[in-house]
C-alpha cells in the first residue's frame, strides 16, 4: 500500500500561486501514477490533473488548464501541483492519490482508480 502525503496548502489572495507536494512512499518503484482531486464543501470530488510514471500529464476541469501544471521528481518520491493565477472558485481541500501500475500506463481522473490517498490540504483563495 502506497502512503501519500500533501503539503503546501495554505491562504493565497485571488491571482497568486501555490505549490503542492505529494510525497509518495511504501513502494521501491516509481511504476505508480498520481492524481490530484479537489473538493469544495458541498461538491463532489473533482479530478484536477493526474501523471504517468513517465510523467505524461492530464489536466482534467477546463478550468484548470493553462494555470496548473502536474510534475514528478522520481529521485524525491513527490509530485508536485503548481497553481497559478489562482481564483476563489479554486478553494478547496487538495488530495493526492496513488496507484501501482505496470509501465508507462495512462492516467486517469476517477477516484475510483485510486486505492490509496492522502489526507488532505486546505487551499483557501481569497482576498
Known amino acids: 500500500q502506497l502512503q501519500l502525503v500533501e503539503s503546501g496548502g495554505g491562504l493565497v489572495q485571488p491571482g497568486g500561486s501555490l505549490r503542492l507536494s505529494c510525497r509518495v512512499s511504501?513502494?521501491?518503484?516509481?511504476?505508480?501514477?498520481v492524481a490530484w482531486f479537489r473538493q469544495a464543501p458541498g461538491k463532489e470530488r473533482e479530478g484536477v490533473s493526474c501523471?504517468?510514471?513517465?510523467?505524461?500529464?492530464?489536466n482534467f476541469p477546463n478550468s484548470v488548464k493553462g494555470r496548473f501544471t502536474i510534475s514528478r521528481d522520481n529521485a524525491k518520491n513527490t509530485v508536485y501541483l503548481q497553481m497559478n493565477s489562482l481564483k476563489p472558485e479554486d478553494t478547496s481541500v487538495y488530495y493526492c492519490?496513488?496507484?501501482?501500475?505496470?509501465?508507462?500506463?495512462?492516467?486517469?481522473?476517477?477516484?475510483?482508480?485510486?486505492?490509496?490517498w492522502g489526507q488532505g490540504t486546505q487551499v483557501t483563495v481569497s482576498s
Open positions: 492519490a496513488a496507484r501501482r501500475v505496470y509501465g508507462d500506463t495512462s492516467c486517469s481522473g476517477a477516484a475510483s482508480m485510486y486505492p490509496s
Open positions: 501523471i504517468t510514471t513517465g510523467a505524461r500529464t492530464t
Open positions: 511504501g513502494f521501491r518503484s516509481s511504476y505508480y501514477t
